[in-house]
């Protein structure tokens, strides 16, 4: 329960972590289950997800569970059909390229596209001794994929629609919004203890633009979900180190960094009392045990004395070795 307590910003006995895409191919038993599955079998079957999810967890002496599951999903609510092509990453097969499109979105009933995500939780939560996250895409980030079509460097196309056609961009993210919403909600009613919400990749814009564009969306969407529930709220994104200052502003009740900002500059910017979790450098963990108990005794030196969480500054890398992650989860548990 540290995991929580830190959450709160109340004392604890020892450091919490957790480790952003414990459950994954890095780890030879997700390997097993993956020769069997594809991705999507395993998000869509509640027993083999609460399997996956259990992993991690079962190997590494770890503070908090994260619901095996992905931010795409949720995409086949607006009728987008999803597919991850081995190699390639995602696809979504019929991307919005038009406002005629927004206009024209109708929406399936939720427990269709993400109902066993819900079932999930409802199986692995009495497995668990650690606190359980829940979580979604922020609308941004969802938006990237879904005028993309799969994953993009520079989100050329959507920076492009959100420029030219502003109204059906604003129209989009407060459906995505609305959406996101009632999906947090959904994970919190069956029992998630906490809320993570992932704007991966938010960084590509302007401060400008991220307060124009994005700001009053991510604001309603945190906002709203504190008005139907009190499990807290961590908001995560990378890229954004140019502009921590608006992102206190959302008001999340915590919040997640990347390894491009020192966590002691980072804590200043986002507020000396607010909780946060980080950060980090992901390929650190693909570093001798010396180098990486110099970078994790760095960020525990300039972590403040309650209200923090170490992770990953963004997600674990595929080829990182599992006993790493054990030297590491071990250290922390010493
Ligand atoms: O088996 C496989 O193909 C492995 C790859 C994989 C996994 C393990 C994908 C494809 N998704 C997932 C599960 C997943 N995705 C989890 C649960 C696992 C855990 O944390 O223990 C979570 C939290 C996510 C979240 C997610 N999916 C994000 C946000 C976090 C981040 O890392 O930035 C994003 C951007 C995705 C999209 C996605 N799913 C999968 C891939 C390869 C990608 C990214 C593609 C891209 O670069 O655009």
């Given at each position: 329960m540290e995991f929580l307590k830190a959450l709160r910003g109340e004392p604890t006995s020892k450091t919490p972590l957790w480790l952003m895409r414990?459950?994954?191919?890095?780890?030879a038993s997700y390997r097993a289950l993956r020769a069997k599955h594809s991705l999507l079998e395993l998000v869509k079957t509640p027993e083999l997800a609460c399997e996956v999810t259990l992993q991690p967890i079962h190997a590494f002496q770890l503070d908090a569970a994260i619901i095996f599951?992905?931010?795409?999903?949720?995409?086949?609510?607006?009728w987008l059909k999803l597919e991850f092509v081995n190699g390639e990453g995602p696809v979504l097969h019929n991307p919005i390229r038009s406002a005629a499109q927004v206009q024209a979105l109708a929406l399936r009933p939720l427990e269709e596209t993400i109902g066993f995500t819900l079932e999930a939780i409802k199986l692995v939560k009495p497995e668990l001794k650690v606190p359980l996250i829940g979580f979604a895409g922020a609308p941004f980030t969802l938006a990237c994929y879904a005028l993309e079509g799969g994953s993009s460097k520079d989100h050329r196309l959507a920076k492009t629609f959100m420029y030219s056609e502003p109204e059906a961009w604003h129209r989009l993210m407060e459906i995505l919004t609305a959406i996101t919403s009632d999906y947090l909600i959904a994970q919190a009613d069956v029992g998630v203890d906490a809320l993570q919400i992932f704007d991966?990749?938010?960084?590509?814009?302007?401060p400008q633009d991220y307060h124009r564009y994005v700001f009053p969306h991510l604001h309603k969407l945190i906002a709203g979900i504190r008005t139907r529930t009190s499990k807290p709220v961590i908001y995560f994104s990378t890229g954004t180190t140019g502009y921590l200052n608006l992102i206190a502003?959302?008001?999340?009740d915590a919040y997640s960094i990347d390894w491009r900002v020192s966590l002691s500059t980072a804590h200043k910017q986002l507020g000396e009392h607010k909780p946060i979790q980080g950060n980090l450098d992901?390929?650190?963990?693909?570093?001798p045990w010396p180098e990486l108990k110099r970078q994790t005794d760095l960020i525990l030196k300039q972590?403040?004395?309650?209200?923090f969480i170490f992770n990953l500054g963004h997600g674990i890398l595929q080829q990182t070795p599992e006993d790493n992650v054990r030297r590491l989860t071990d250290y922390f548990a010493e």
């Open positions: 414990q459950a994954g191919r890095y780890m599951s992905d931010i795409l999903p949720i995409l086949e609510t607006l991966s990749w938010v960084g590509a814009l302007s502003e959302l008001n999340a992901p390929l650190a963990l693909l570093a972590a403040p004395k309650t209200g």
